[in-house]
């Protein structure tokens, strides 16, 4: 090795040698200390059910058709929306209002998107629990209301 | 040595080098594998990879980084510099699997760009312990694979050998950042000391005997000598049969070779990578370099054809038994008059 790269090597190992120890120690003694199980706990107790009380039906407006299901959780109600064949309209918007209505209103709850025939989960919004009110699937590409399915207050009605 | 670029110019020594080396790493991961399985009998493959091939990458870079300061302490280790290169090239592609299975597991699979979820996934810059470790094994990987590209005698020759080592002289900014990647990462998880053991150990060998070595080299460049004209070195009887005496002048180091009844001077230097000649001998009539076998005549300091590497040459003269040089080296190639010992 010529010595203007001998040299360099010393310079870099005299750096090496002032650097890295420390950061050796330095990364070791700041270690954040990971909790540790020491005694394992009870046997898990079964869970609650996740579900309680479910209402279900097919409904359909005109050309659109879907299968409906509320559920009861520990956090609220739930809807289900599978339409039975495609929705062949763009960009679908759900909502939920308490009146029927050609178009969405200030009133209207927007619960989420809509695509194809997949099956789509929502909240339903406490306002709305134990109201009759309607599903609005409102078109975005088109600007029109495609369909408004029935959801009886029933559906979300805690059984007795 | 070769006069035409191949992809490896293999001989016995090459075969022999690379045979040991894959049995090597062969055995190295299916004893990390089997030791795996009965510690961490839970653990999934991909997970058992990642692990072994990191930890036999860092091991071999250790072994590289260990190999040069070794054979300027003692000429044993020589035939492991050898094909060194091979070692390096292994250690890159261990790296790069465990790089290419960490990327998978941790960052592939996720909703944001795989290469931005390296720096942003942890952004605990400003923290010690926290500090991303991904980031700093991401561009010791880029540094090995620049070595590992240019690591074949094509880039030697075209780059030029200061150039090429000054490039590779990387290799310890690599190791600067792979030793960082290990502690504020895999052992900032591990609570038993062994790997830190380990790991500390093996920082203290490498930058132990580089600096060791480092510090010998320099107590030999303090003994320059200085002078105009002819410059007495040393005895010819200093000078064994076939071999060199090694002396600083003019800033450089010179080897005073003594063969035949003659006495010769070249620059230290090998043209292929800066290997130290005067630790070689003289083998057929040539000064072969003990690095990777390079020769070159030690009167005019030209390879014997059809080879085209040339040294600079030095003037040399016998005075009552006294080796006296010029410290002006002739250009590289220049034929020289051998000083006859009477």
């Known amino acids: ?160 | 040595m070769s006069n035409h670029y191949q992809a490896v110019g293999w001989n016995r020594q090459k075969k022999w080098y690379d045979l040991i080396l894959a049995f090597g790493v062969v055995a190295y991961l299916a004893l990390f594998f089997v030791m795996h399985a009965v510690v961490f009998p839970n653990a999934t493959v991909e997970t058992v990879l990642i692990r072994g091939l990191g930890t036999g990458a860092f091991l071999l870079l250790h072994i590289i980084l260990c190999i040069g300061p070794l054979c300027r302490l003692n000429p044993k280790f020589l035939p492991l510099l050898y094909n060194r290169r091979h070692l390096g090239v292994t250690m890159f592609f261990l790296a790069t699997g465990h790089a290419f299975l960490a990327f998978l597991q941790f960052h592939m699979f996720g909703d944001i760009n795989p290469f931005v979820s390296i720096f942003v996934s942890n952004a605990e810059y400003a923290s010690i312990s926290q500090f991303p470790f991904q980031p700093l094994g991401l561009f010791a990987l880029i540094i090995l694979f620049l070595m590992a590209a240019t690591s074949h005698d094509f880039w030697l020759a075209n780059l030029s050998a200061p150039v090429w080592k000054g490039l590779h002289m990387l290799v310890y900014l690599a190791y600067a950042l792979l030793i960082g990647h290990v502690v504020l990462g895999v052992l900032q998880a591990e609570t038993s000391g062994i790997l830190a053991g380990i790991v500390g150990t093996g920082l203290v060998i490498v930058v132990g005997l580089h600096l060791v070595a480092a510090q010998k080299e320099a107590a030999l460049d303090k003994q320059a000598l200085h002078g105009s004209g002819f410059v007495e070195v040393c005895a010819v009887e200093d000078i064994p049969m076939n071999r060199a005496k090694i002396v600083v002048l003019a800033d450089e180091r010179i080897a005073v070779f003594r063969y035949e009844d003659k006495v010769s001077a070249v620059s230290n230097v090998c043209q292929h990578q800066n290997g130290p000649l005067g630790e070689g001998k003289v083998i057929d009539g040539c000064i072969t370099c003990p690095w990777h076998g390079y020769q070159y005549r030690p009167d005019d300091g030209t390879s014997p054809p059809p080879f085209t590497e040339k040294i600079p040459t030095f003037n040399v003269r016998i005075d009552q038994g006294r080796v006296l040089l010029d410290p002006k080296p002739n250009p590289p190639g220049t034929p020289t008059q051998p000083a006859l010992v009477v």
């Open chain 1, 1 to 160: 090795m010529i010595r203007s790269l001998r040299k360099r090597h010393q310079r870099i190992f005299w750096l090496v040698f002032l650097v890295l120890p420390p950061v050796f120690i330095v990364g070791l003694f700041n270690r954040e200390p990971i909790p540790t199980v020491q005694v394992f706990p009870e046997a898990l107790q079964p869970l609650p059910k996740a579900f309680s009380q479910t209402w279900e039906t097919i409904a359909e407006d005109g050309d659109f058709s879907a299968l409906l299901k509320t559920q009861q959780s520990s956090n609220g109600w739930k809807l289900q929306v599978k339409p039975l064949k495609e929705a062949a309209f763009p960009d679908v918007l759900v909502y939920l209002a308490i009146e029927k209505s050609p178009d969405i209103t200030p009133q209207s709850l927007l619960l989420g998107g809509m695509s194809g025939a997949q099956l789509r989960q929502f909240h339903i919004p406490q306002q709305m629990v134990e109201h009759d009110a309607y599903i609005l699937f409102y078109s975005l590409g088109i600007k029109k209301m495609v369909a408004s399915l029935r959801l009886p207050a029933v559906a979300t009605k805690p059984r007795r």
